[in-house]
């Protein structure tokens, strides 16, 4: 039985087999915090079990030497050197795997060393452009001993495990033989759920592991303590707004009261966006606010910027315990110098509570003006750690933004406006009742109360401390006690297939069993099964009748996916005909792998779905003839921007046209004349450019080409086509749900090597192939690549003669491998620049040298850019030469490389910056040109169309 807004229920779908397990243990997984609380199965009161619910004191280090149970665990990690900590000031009571240490004393200690503290570990796990699973923190560090942020977050998950384990001593009392429930951002993507899963399991953690949202967890605790009273608090219709503001990130959550069937009952609405902003924006805009108020303005080292961050953290942490204090106070921050220059070069300033009020009420916490803040602006974000933090760092300013773009849901659901009637603050950052005072005046007047009313804020005494409670109060109700907030979908959602014919006995008879074919090929599908029904709970596991369904295995297939707002009725496992009452939604593209050969092949499966906590279809189909399981993630919340937004869709009658053309001429050996012109040719048919063919256009003609890769060894002339037209409809390599098949397709290729090597326009065309796709390609490939080219490109005394033109084109490519290890970049730029000569070199050359010194990568890991100081070299040789303004290229290629960031790790100094300004206005720069070394400016599609070389399909977008 499961209690719903104090009405018990039977809802059997959500109750777990508990049976075997004495502990439900909640962890808030923070970004500077983490926590974790318990429930003793064994010792629930009654039916206040809530009550039972307590928190885990973490022992931790809390000084050198010196071990104590603390209500959080600070995440961060420190990474001892050789000599600068001794062991036994780090030694703990069981046994570990390294000498890394995370919790208070990494901290403070590594405070003065940041070189060696690992922060934020949890904001790099949702940084698309970053390799989390590669050793790159602490961001910006010199020496070898790194960590990747997806290790950093299992050290943290470890530390608590082995900390519990320690203090239940009994086997069948350890962490991982219990139920857990782990917290996370609301608006971590599916990556960053799979990373943060992937560090649990790294730590040791068991199965019985549950994600949950955190703002929904912040609610749970509110609800420990009005389990039977919040009729008090809470009337039907009324909105509530979670405000979720800790260390790193920004999280959102709507819940109303809406009557169900007579019953009230908590619904959640809706969830914002992923922001990563909060205390980190605010330690960083407090040490820039510092960092002017030294009296010696020369920049900062790197590891001087972090220390500072962390001194204004803990200044401001201790400022804001003392707001209520009627005096301005003041925390002096000092930063010692280094060396002989020890005193000499020591800083110092005052960070003041007036400093400190008007960074955060102008910056962070503004009033907020319909006629004014409607738009988001497009700002370039702050980066100073590597992180791509939100470019608006207004949270008052995404607050409303969030209640408008949900505005025409909330009038729908509830008929008022998202004026909110309650918020729920949490997170670190919202403790000050000065923040939270700001965002309720910023609410109510960007809704223009005219009562002067302020939403009510909801109590919330342990902020810290709240989100870890309410995650083991989700484990109660998963298993039937407690109050439920629902989350029911508000959309029925349906998977498309194709029916078989079936004789009018089977139609009859319903009972029998019965084949679909889950929607796999280019035929449209007929039918569509509902897999999600309208008002589902998420977190449900959802029972299909036993249908056997078939996928095609080993090719690219398309799963059409539906929705419909309005139907009722429908049931899980229901087929409905597709008509108008569906409205089509972005369908998931795969490969599903089967044998060790690729075949293609067509089973039968059964398909287990699950609608999970985080808003996502999980669907696995489950292969009836072997033990093989295959997991689909279907995002059914609000649309992710994709890669590529199609301008223009061709009718299957003009793609079949352009697939029967291509057959043709390719299959021709005599005909070179028209070979030569398949381009055209296709120009002709569909009546637009090459440069404008849409992308799904593009990859058609490439999947043909792929698949009939034999016939590019028809002839020299054959391969040459092949090569070109190939490259540019795969380019670059990346944009298309099945690039990535497409690229293993093509690697298999790659390895084969040009079939024409002794035509120098075979091997023109083989080198350009590999940059079009090079984008594509993962890391390992690429190294491959370059292993391959260096013989051609390193040394000097290659056996084959090559072409200019050829050895141009290999340098190309290579310097589209973004992908490649830092050091091989270095070495290949060290090659190239005596290379460089005034009136003498080919322009690509200065092309070649901006990509490899690049501070903004178009699609590699931010660690692959080449360090500062590297590139500061390489411009000084260059300068050296007399450039006339004829070599344009030259000053093209130093605002490439020397690129405002924001990022204090990756941007050359200032010094270089001021040289180099009155250098290549020497050489014909305007001040316009200028701008993008004195600020950080977004790239713009022209420039990334600079970057890779040519133009990019229509409609692809790089950057979202």
């Given amino acids: 039985m499961s209690l719903i807004s104090g009405q018990r229920i039977d809802e059997q779908e959500i109750i777990l087999d508990f049976k075997d397990k004495r502990y439900v243990i909640g962890i808030d997984l923070g970004t500077t915090n983490s926590a974790v609380s318990y429930v003793d199965m064994n010792r ?100 070898k001993e790194k960590i990747s942020p997806v290790a950093a977050t299992a050290e943290y998950l470890r530390h608590i495990r082995k900390a519990w384990n320690h203090s239940v001593k009994d086997e069948d009392l350890f962490l991982e033989n219990q139920y857990t429930v782990i917290t996370v951002p ?62 790193g990130t920004t999280d959102f959550t709507l819940i109303a009261l809406k009557e169900a069937e007579g019953t009230p009952r908590f ?20 040490a820039r606010h510092v960092e002017s108020k030294f009296s010696r303005r020369e920049p900062l080292t790197p590891d001087k910027w972090k220390t500072l961050g962390h001194k204004c953290r803990a200044a401001k942490e201790k400022l804001l315990a003392g707001e209520q204090s009627s005096q301005d106070s003041a925390t002096r921050i000092t930063l010692k110098g280094e060396g002989r220059s020890l005193i000499a070069g020591t800083l110092s300033a005052d960070l003041t509570t007036s400093d400190l009020k008007t960074i955060l009420c102008q910056g962070f916490f503004p009033d907020v003006e319909p006629s004014r803040d409607a738009i988001k602006r497009n700002v370039k974000a702050m980066a100073e750690f590597g992180l791509p933090y939100e470019q608006e760092p207004a949270i008052t300013r995404h607050i409303v933004w969030f209640l408008e773009k949900h505005r025409d849901n909330i009038q729908s659901t509830l008929g008022k406006e998202p004026m909110p009637d309650f918020i729920l603050f949490n997170g670190g950052s919202l403790k000050p009742a000065l ?5 309720r005046c910023a609410i109510r007047k960007w809704f223009a109360c005219k009562d002067g009313l302020l939403p009510i804020s909801l109590e919330n005494s342990e902020p810290d401390l709240s989100v870890a409670l309410g995650a083991s109060y989700y484990g109660l109700v998963k298993q039937g006690a407690g109050v439920r907030v629902g989350s029911g979908s508000p959309r029925s959602y349906y998977v498309g297939i194709n029916t078989q014919e079936k004789s009018d006995t089977e139609v009859d008879n319903q009972q029998s069993s019965f084949s679909e074919i889950l929607k796999g090929d280019v035929t449209p599908a007929s039918k569509a099964v509902c897999i999600v029904e309208r008002g589902l709970d998420e977190g449900s596991v959802i029972s299909l009748p036993e249908m056997e369904f078939e996928v095609i295995t080993n090719q690219p297939v398309e799963f059409s996916m539906f929705s419909s707002s309005f139907r009722s009725g429908d049931k899980s496992g229901d087929i409905v005909d597709i008509d108008d009452s569906l409205t089509p939604m972005a369908p998931l593209k795969t490969v599903i792998k089967f044998g060790k050969k690729g075949e293609k092949a067509q089973i039968p499966v059964r398909v287990e779905p699950q ?35 199609e301008t223009e869709v061709y009718d299957d009658e003009l793609l079949q046209e352009a697939r029967n053309l291509i057959s043709s001429v390719f299959s021709t050996v005599d005909d070179l004349a028209r070979l030569s012109s398949i ?71 790659y390895l084969k090597g040009c079939q024409f090597p002794k035509g120098k326009q075979n091997a023109v065309e083989w080198w350009i192939f590999c940059r079009r796709i090079a ?124 690129r405002k960031t924001g990022d204090r790790t990756r941007d050359v100094s200032e010094e270089l910056l001021e040289w180099a300004k009155l250098w290549i206005v020497g050489l ?26 040519e133009s990019l399909p229509q409609g692809l977008i790089v950057r979202c």
């Avoid at 966006?273 to 924006?281: A, K, P, Q, S, T």
């Avoid at 923040?435 to 965002?439: A, E, P």
């Avoid at 006339?884 to 130093?894: I, K, R, T």
Wanted: proline content about 5%; some cysteine; glycine content about 6%.
């Fill in 44 to 143: 629930l009161e009654g039916d206040h079990a809530a009550r039972s619910i307590k928190i885990f004191n973490v022992p931790q280090l809390i000084g050198a030497g010196e071990f104590a149970p603390v209500p959080v665990l600070p995440s961060f990690l420190y990474i001892p050197g050789e000599y600068d900590i001794s062991k036994s000031s780090f030694r703990h009571p069981w046994k570990r795997e390294s000498d890394l240490f995370v919790g208070l004393f990494a901290r403070d200690h590594g405070a003065q060393i940041p070189s060696r503290l690992v922060s934020s570990a949890k904001s790099w796990l949702c940084h698309a452009r970053a390799d989390r699973e590669a050793p790159i923190l602490p961001w910006g560090a010199d020496h």
């Fill in 186 to 247: 609301a608006s971590f993507d599916e990556s960053a759920r799979e990373f943060t899963l992937e560090a649990a399991k790294i730590a040791g953690f068991g199965k019985d592991l549950t994600l949950l949202e955190e703002p929904l967890a912040a609610f749970y605790a509110w609800l420990i303590k009005h389990e039977y009273d919040w009729q008090n608090y809470v009337k039907p219709d009324d909105l509530i707004l979670v405000c979720d503001v800790g260390g």
């Fill in 775 to 898: 984008g594509g390609l993962n890391a390992g490939q690429q190294r491959q690549f370059f292993q391959n080219i260096s013989p051609y490109l390193l040394s000097d005394n290659h056996k084959r003669k090559l072409s200019t033109q050829e050895i141009t084109e290999i340098w190309m490519a290579a310097a589209n491998m973004e992908r490649l290890l830092v050091k091989d970049k270095i070495s290949l730029a060290r090659k190239l620049l005596p290379q460089l000569k005034p009136g003498k070199t080919p322009r690509q050359f200065f092309w070649v040298l901006s990509r490899f010194g690049a501070r903004e990568l178009l699609y590699g890991s931010v660690d692959r850019v080449v360090p500062a100081k590297e590139v500061e070299s390489w411009m000084k040789k260059i300068a050296k030469n007399r450039w006339a303004s004829q070599d344009h290229p030259v000053y093209a290629m130093v605002l490439c490389v020397l």
């Fill in 611 to 645: 609608y999970t906590e985080m808003g996502t279809l999980a669907m696995w189909c489950r292969s009836s003839i072997t033990p093989h399981r295959w997991k689909l993630q279907f995002q059914l919340r609000d649309s992710i921007k994709g890669e590529a937004m």
């Fill in 679 to 749: 381009v055209k040719q296709i120009e002709t048919l569909v009546g637009k450019k090459k440069s404008q063919w849409p992308l799904s256009f593009l990859r058609l003609i490439a999947d043909y080409l792929i698949s009939n890769a034999e016939l590019r060894l028809n002839s020299p002339e054959h391969e040459i086509r092949w090569l070109n037209l190939t490259g540019f409809c795969v380019r670059p390599g990346f944009g298309d749900a099945f690039d990535k098949e497409r690229i293993r397709q093509l690697w298999k290729i």
């Fill in 924 to 949: 014909g720069a305007s001040k316009n040109e200028l701008i993008v070394l004195e600020q950080p400016i977004p790239l713009e599609s022209v420039e990334e169309t600079a970057m890779f070389g």
């Fill in 435 to 439: 923040l939270q005072d700001r965002i």
């Fill in 267 to 286: 619904e959640r609405l809706a969830v914002g966006d992923h922001l990563i902003l909060g205390g980190d924006n605010i330690d960083l805009a407090l």
